[in-house]
């Protein structure tokens, strides 16, 4: 499985969008300091597990590594996370059947679940306000129960052929 967080805060997104000639379409805008976090991990054949968290932090990482040791308890899963400071801290308790993998230094194009946050914000959270982080907290959670259950949509973001390979080899 590969591991990212994602930031998403009451902050708009605004894009172009479609309206019929002559009608302007109407974008809200905002910008504000609240924010709340999304913690993913995906795996090549279109499972998905995520959590939101208050914030990026080891203990919130610990959180995260034990919900997923525990949703694939009869599993081995390796786990492939970048470089952040609160994967290699050194204050987080690995779960039995779990390893964790570091990729290399600088190179988060490497990680496909960039594309999982590229594609959650371009479909659901572009051109969107929200009144407060409760709203933008239940919105995310319903974008990523959608996400979660729809393997064949992960899979066809995530599913990249050097991964393949390197997993048949």
């Not at 969008?17 to 924010?35: G, I």
């Not at 990026?56 to 996370?81: G, K, T, Y």
Request: one cysteine or more.
């Amino acid at each position: 499985m590969f591991q990212d967080e994602a930031r998403f805060g009451r902050i708009s997104d605004t894009r172009r969008c479609w309206c019929p000639k002559p009608v302007r379409p109407l974008c809200y805008a905002m910008v504000t300091q609240e924010y709340t976090y999304a913690f993913a991990a995906v795996s090549v054949d279109g499972v998905l597990d995520s959590l939101i968290l208050p914030h990026v932090n080891s203990d919130c990482m610990q959180v995260f590594i034990d919900e997923v040791a525990s949703r694939h308890m009869n599993e081995r899963v390796i786990m492939v996370l970048d470089g952040a400071g609160w994967h290699t801290s050194g204050l987080l308790t690995v779960p039995q059947n779990m390893k964790l993998v570091s990729l290399p230094p600088y190179a988060p194009e490497l990680n496909p679940v960039e594309h999982i946050w590229d594609d959650l914000r371009e479909k659901a959270f572009h051109n969107r306000v929200f009144e407060s982080i409760d709203g933008l907290e239940n919105h995310l959670e319903t974008s990523l129960r959608e996400l979660e259950q729809d393997m064949e949509r992960v899979r066809s973001i995530v599913a990249w052929p050097w991964i393949i390979n390197a997993l048949m080899n």
